[in-house]
């Protein structure tokens, strides 16, 4: 569920925005072109079942409910250690323009803006041991009304069930944390959606729509 909140920053030291533009939604990656030959042959002449599999992942992993999972692989660290990883984005809080104004150093970088910020479990569904800072959380984003948000850098830590990757020392299989990421986005937009996606993954993001009340 997407809940609104006014006054959900404990920290008052303003934080900073990522310059990043709002863009365009992702759109789903396609395959590989390089298929040619026997090869190529053997896709087109490739059975219809794994083509209709291969659809109905692509709709499951682009229209996921707040709280439902999907699994993805990533490259941990220096990318020698390969996890699972069980994502589900399980809400997003939005604050007020005033907040947001509050977070920036300068208010007038806030106008017509408000600080979303997604809440996404991570389980550690096998592939070893997270030792140090883990990155998969850095790969979640906020679009709204289609638009990617920017990034704010510092606050997510200061919200109620916000852990800081930084205090996760040791990610062992089986465990989960819950790891945040606020972006600032234009106020009063009428739907949002949480995306994950690894760099170089060669699969479709994981997308979770929120509509927005009130």
């Known amino acids: 569920m997407l809940h609104t909140k006014s006054a959900w920053l404990r920290a008052a030291a303003p934080v900073a925005v990522l310059a990043l533009p709002l ?14 030959g026997a ?36 490259r941990e660290g220096s990318g020698k250690l390969t996890v699972t990883y ?24 806030a ?30 984003e906020i679009y709204a009304d289609g638009r990617r948000g920017g990034l704010l850098i510092g606050a997510a830590e200061s919200l109620p069930g916000c852990e800081d990757p930084v205090d996760i020392d040791s ?19 009428k739907s949002m959606e949480v995306h994950w996606a690894a760099d170089d993954a060669d699969e479709d993001p994981l997308i979770w729509k929120f509509a927005q009340q009130g």
Request: aromatic residues 4%; contains cysteine; proline residues 3%.
């Open 23 to 36: 863009a365009l939604t992702l759109t789903a990656c396609g395959g590989k072109k390089e298929a040619s």
């Open 39 to 74: 090869k190529a042959d053997a896709a087109k002449s490739g059975s219809g079942e794994t083509a209709q599999k291969t659809s109905a992942d692509r709709a499951a992993s682009s229209g996921l409910k707040p709280g439902q999972s999907g699994t993805r692989k990533f």
């Open 86 to 109: 069980e994502i589900a984005a399980q809400k997003v809080y939005v604050g007020t323009e005033a907040d947001a104004q509050k977070l920036v150093s300068d208010p007038k970088d």
């Open 111 to 140: 106008k017509g803006l408000v600080a979303a910020t997604a809440f996404v479990k991570y389980t550690n569904k096998g592939g070893g041991e997270v030792t140090g800072l883990p990155h998969v959380d850095n790969q979640a």
């Open 171 to 189: 990610w062992k299989t089986g465990q989960s944390h819950v790891i945040c990421q606020t972006f600032m986005i234009p106020k009063g937009a």
